[in-house]
């Protein structure tokens, strides 16, 4: 069974730009959640997904983030118009309905320059 | 969910045992340990979680006091592949525990 995956490993982007992050949950698994890790912090929680639902989205900023997990097909979380601020490594995690320990995927590191 | 408080960081001996101290003081009755860990440039890795009973898996063993106000994870052999920050978390069960809050962990580093 395959882990969590992750696609770009890493992105580059410009200010200004538009970033989109996919995260493939482990077979089976139909819970997402994406947490943020800005350079020398802790991992912060931003949003928890089931199919086609957005269950808690209360660490997400305001503007200029969305996430979505559509019924067919991976977990997006897109970031528009970046600034330098979002540079970070993003991670998603998965778990399988009634089953509560997340299995995190190897990360997506964003660089905005 | 509770807060945890750990070491930031400790040495350990390759080969020998690590013991990670982690208090929650403040814990509820329903909530659980969990504890996770990250080497450098990857992303966490679950170890192991528990509520009241010591638990244990092919990765470690958890400990945790009768109060349940402190745990102590246990690596029995610790190798230099186990460097890593190591992350102490309560959690409620249910969606009300969807949020993994992640604190500053404990810096281990497992020297030759």
């Known amino acids: 069974n395959a882990g969590v995956m992750q696609n770009p490993r890493h992105l580059v982007r410009r200010r200004g730009q538009e970033a989109r992050l996919r995260c493939s949950p482990m077979k089976g698994h139909s819970h997402v959640y994406w947490y943020r890790q800005l350079p020398e912090e802790g991992l912060k929680f931003m949003v928890y997904l089931q199919k086609e639902n957005i269950i808690d989205e209360s660490g997400m900023p305001k503007e200029r983030f969305s996430a979505e997990f559509p019924k067919e097909g991976p977990s997006i979380l897109r970031i528009q118009q970046v600034v330098r601020g979002d540079s970070a490594a993003y991670f998603c995690?998965?778990?399988?309905?009634?089953?509560?320990?997340?299995?995190f995927g190897p990360g997506t590191r964003l660089l905005v320059l | 969910d509770a807060k945890t408080t750990q070491p930031t960081s400790m040495d350990c001996a390759e080969g020998r045992a690590a013991n990670l101290p982690c208090n929650h003081s403040t814990i509820s009755g329903n909530e659980y340990v969990y504890w996770y860990r990250q080497i450098h440039s990857q992303g966490p890795q679950y170890i192991i979680h528990?509520?009241?009973n010591n638990e244990t898996n092919e990765m470690a063993s958890l400990i945790i006091t009768e109060d349940r106000k402190s745990s102590t994870l246990i690596l029995p052999h610790a190798t230099l592949r186990d460097t890593a920050v190591y992350y102490c978390i309560v959690r409620l069960p249910g969606a009300a525990g969807n949020k993994l809050t992640f604190g500053g962990g404990t810096r281990v580093l497992v020297k030759p």
């Open positions: 995690a998965s778990s399988p309905p009634y089953q509560e320990t997340q299995y």
């Open positions: 528990g509520l009241k």
